[in-house]
């Protein structure tokens, strides 16, 4: 017989995640809601079904397969800075009940300004419907999510840091990008990345060389350059879409700290070699690894996922959810999967500490991070009690004592 009882209503803050959208993370029924209310074309007959199903993905495709979705709901986003301090604030609720204890969450901000250019085709429709924003600049944007993250971090509890990415083929932005990096590195900005399709371009040592074989200087190689000389920490898409070459260009010319994917690193042997060696962190996320294509496409003999030889080999990694809006998945999905292949609470727990050690935190904080999981895993330092000596049968005194030498007569 089956007793029913209430769930557990308080669960120990003991995740961390480093590889994590902004705008891919936006709850669907804040962007259906936003949507209606913009008159913006909702696939179908305009339901909320019909917006899940138009946006997540639940079949293997390729990396431009999968990011579809988002030219579907993005128009909800661009130039609205109340709704994307709205989706900041939901995001930190979603990973507080997802039992995460850290989190870095990435965007660009120049995706969510139309002063950029991009989105200019909603923009007419938007303003008929009496929708119109004014255009934003893309600092506008980060400040209303940071608002968002922060607000979220005092209510909910789960600290939020935040990273700004450069998108591969968008190269205009790079320097822009570096600098509110540096701007904004006492409000919640802790690194740069770079996101996109790695078939845009192909890497060679001092060279980008474009689709057409015309090679021109590699802008994003040199703003990764001057955010490791500002001590700007760096994470880069890599061996995804890519192969494993896009791995060591990653650590060459971008001087990444981490790789996010980097499941395709397995097609060579010497780079896998290299990373285990220099102890490079890869930023796992099982779910999405699939409906990219990224593990279907592996070249190695063996279809095993990556994450099972970086178990066994001893690397590195942590356990994320990418996009959830496309993914459809939290956290507790990603652990899930990971079991089902295998993986026990005990590599559970070991990612969520690789994640803490490899945090672009500053050490102090870092620290207490470590801490702060350590009390949710319950490690703390046991003191056993000393073990009881076996006491000696005690020695039996004489029966007569004598107090001076004249009373032994």
């Not at 988002?70 to 604030?89: G, H, T």
């Not at 506008?140 to 935040?162: C, N, P, Q, S, Y």
């Not at 507790?332 to 935190?361: I, M, P, Q, V, Y």
Request: aromatic share 8%.
């Amino acid at each position: 017989m089956f007793v029913t009882q209430q769930s557990l209503k308080h669960k120990p803050k003991c995740r961390v995640q480093l590889h994590v959208h902004l705008d891919g993370s936006a709850r669907l029924e804040t962007l259906w809601e936003i949507m209606r209310q913009k008159g913006i074309p909702i696939p179908g007959t305009g339901s909320l079904r019909d917006l899940k199903e138009s946006v997540q993905v639940e079949e293997p495709t390729d990396l431009n397969g999968f990011l579809k979705g988002f030219s579907v709901f993005m128009p909800a986003l661009i130039d609205d800075e109340a709704a994307i301090e709205r989706v900041a604030y939901e995001f930190v609720e979603d990973q507080a009940r997802d039992s995460v204890a850290y989190c870095e969450v990435r965007f660009c901000p120049h995706l969510l300004s139309s002063s950029t250019g991009v989105g200019p085709k909603y923009l007419e429709t938007m303003k008929l419907n009496g929708n119109y924003h004014d255009a934003t600049t893309p600092d506008d944007m980060l400040k209303a999510a940071l608002k968002g993250l922060h607000r979220g971090e005092v209510d909910f509890g789960t600290k939020i840091r935040v990273l700004l990415c450069c998108i591969r083929g968008h190269s205009q932005w790079s320097w822009d990008i570096l600098r509110m990096c540096e701007e904004y590195r006492d409000q919640g900005v802790v690194g740069i990345d770079i996101a996109g399709d790695e078939a845009v371009l192909m890497k060679t040592k001092d060279k980008s060389v474009a689709a057409n074989g015309e090679e021109f200087e590699d802008i994003d190689s040199h703003v990764f350059k001057m955010a490791k000389e500002k001590g700007i920490h760096r994470t880069v898409h890599a061996g995804e879409a890519g192969p494993a070459e896009g791995v060591e260009a990653a650590l060459d010319n971008l001087h990444a700290e981490r790789i996010g994917h980097g499941y395709r690193v397995l097609e060579n042997p010497d780079i896998y070699e290299r990373c285990i060696k220099e102890k490079v962190h890869f930023e796992v996320c099982p779910h999405s690894s699939y409906l990219t294509g990224a593990v279907n496409h592996l070249t190695t003999k063996s279809k095993r996922h990556p994450v099972l030889r970086f178990c066994e080999d001893g690397v590195s990694f942590s356990v994320n959810t990418d996009d959830p809006t496309i993914t459809g998945t939290a956290m507790e999905d990603e652990c899930r999967l990971l079991c089902s292949w295998g993986l026990s609470e005990a590599h559970l727990a070991k990612a969520s500490f690789e994640a803490a050690l490899h945090t672009f935190l500053p050490p102090e904080e870092k620290h207490a991070l470590i801490a702060q999981l350590q009390e949710a895993f319950g490690i703390v330092e046991f003191s056993l009690p000393a073990p009881v000596q076996p006491q000696s049968p005690p020695v039996a005194k004489p029966a007569v004592t004598f107090s001076t030498w004249a009373d032994r007569s």
